[in-house]
């Protein structure tokens, strides 16, 4: 199945532990991006990749870094978790952004739950 | 301001109604406009972009933007309790070479049978 896949699918963890999810899309996509969903279901962009260089990196706590080893792949890893980051993050990949419409294709998400 | 702005909802409809959905932006950079349709659990999926102003059809939905008005709909004709989801718009703009999305808060639909 082509699509874009995100483990683990659900995360349950103690403050200040570290933690990785990871992303691969198999849809010959160039751009990969994390998002993080909150509460009240608001998308923010946090981080994206365009075969992988960072091109996009909104302000986030320097304890999130991404890692993109390939173009179709990109891993979130976080530092000391903190309550506040409890939140659904969704991988996405599009084709490269350029001139015409694009549209992500949204992983089924990863979600996080600290305590 | 919100560079996009959508009524969470929930909207509440008997099957078969007509569905608007609405989202007002201030940006007026915005270039591609886009909804997306989540299910609970689920990733977003996009159902529709559209460029200009005017409307797109697509089966039962209909996607319009007035960039006058800096206004986009969604309408879903002859809804289902299939179409229950929340629902997103996304508008893109340049930014540094590249189109950057902003999503609105969505709008959780409920259509009752």
């Known amino acids: 199945d082509t699509a874009v896949s995100q483990t683990p699918k659900y995360l349950v963890t103690q403050m200040g532990n570290d933690k990785s999810i990871k992303c691969e899309q198999n849809l010959g996509h160039d751009t990969m991006y994390w998002y993080k969903q909150d509460s009240k279901k608001f998308l923010k962009i946090m981080f994206s990749y365009n075969n992988k260089e960072l091109i996009i990196n909104e302000t986030v706590p320097n304890r999130f870094s991404p890692k993109s080893p390939d173009k179709a792949h990109l891993n979130l890893h976080i530092n000391s978790l903190e309550l506040g980051d409890s939140a659904v993050y969704f991988c996405a990949s599009s084709q490269v952004p350029g001139q015409g419409p694009y549209g992500y294709t949204f992983g089924s998400g990863t979600r996080l739950t600290v305590v | 301001q919100k560079e996009v702005e959508q009524d969470p909802g929930p909207l509440s409809v008997p099957e078969g109604a007509i569905v608007s959905l609405n989202c007002t932006y201030s940006n007026s950079a915005f270039q591609y406009f886009m909804w997306y349709r989540q299910y609970s659990r689920k990733g977003p999926e996009l159902l529709m972009y559209t460029y200009s102003s005017g409307n797109k059809e697509d089966g039962r939905f209909t996607a319009q933007v007035d960039k006058s008005s800096k206004y986009i709909s969604l309408f879903i004709r002859d809804s289902q309790p299939s179409d229950s989801a929340t629902y997103l718009c996304?508008?893109?703009?340049?930014?540094?070479?590249?189109?950057?999305?902003?999503f609105g808060t969505g709008t959780k639909l409920q259509v009752i049978p």
């Open positions: 996304a508008m893109s703009r340049p930014s540094g070479g590249y189109q950057k999305v902003t």
